[in-house]
């Protein structure tokens, strides 16, 4: 199944996103693009403003606050609740999904992407299983051991922290999440003309 804009995989499920760094966007980006409500919550802690990236595939050099702003912007164009400086304080399981506490309120979801960095406290909180070597322990779709939570990017590596897997982490858990809403395995794949559908005539080239 295609990204279509008229074939989404749901329009009624919702993502909370707990921290916007690659991983995090990542997640936002996959589920807001195939029309899913996506909200993310960020401290803007990320250390992608200490870094400056010549390992990314693609690439060839950049800042990473300068990357942060075109990913921000990317997951703005889509549709994203970007809550930037919100902080989430607590997460809860709740009968049908998940709750975010922050200082501006509550949120409720149906699905809940962890991506706070190396700080694994919400998770811990959450009760989601950890590895021997103390990170959170997922698999290749990056579920944890509970129902629809994911955990991605620096958390669940006990050190080998780079962004090209932090977003491969993030794009995993969304695929993973549409492919349930759509109940088979789901593909984000865009061809040339759909540039211009989505951006019009003069962005497509
Ligand atoms: C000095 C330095 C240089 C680096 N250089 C490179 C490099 O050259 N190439 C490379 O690939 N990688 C580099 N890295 C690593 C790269 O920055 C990380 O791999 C990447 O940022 C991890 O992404 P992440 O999304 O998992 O976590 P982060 O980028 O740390 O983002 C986590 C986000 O979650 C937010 N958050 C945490 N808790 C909460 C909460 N409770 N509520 C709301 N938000 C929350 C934080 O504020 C933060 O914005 C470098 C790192 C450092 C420190």
Known sequence: ???DTDDTASEDASVLVVGGGPAGLSAALFAAKNGLETTVFDGDDTWMHKAHLF????IGSVGGSEFMATARQQVDDFGTDRRQGDEVTAVGETADGFAVETDGGEY???????ATGANRDLAEELGCAFTEEGVVDVGVDMETSVDDAYATGAMVRPEEWQAAIAVGDGAAAALNILSKEQGEHYH??????????????????
């Open 55 to 58: 390992n990314y595939l693609g």
């Open 188 to 205: 984000d794949f865009d061809v040339p003309a759909d540039a211009e559908r989505l951006f019009g005539e003069e962005l497509a080239e």
């Open 1 to 3: 199944m295609s990204n």
């Open 108 to 114: 409720e979801g149906d699905y809940l992407v962890l």
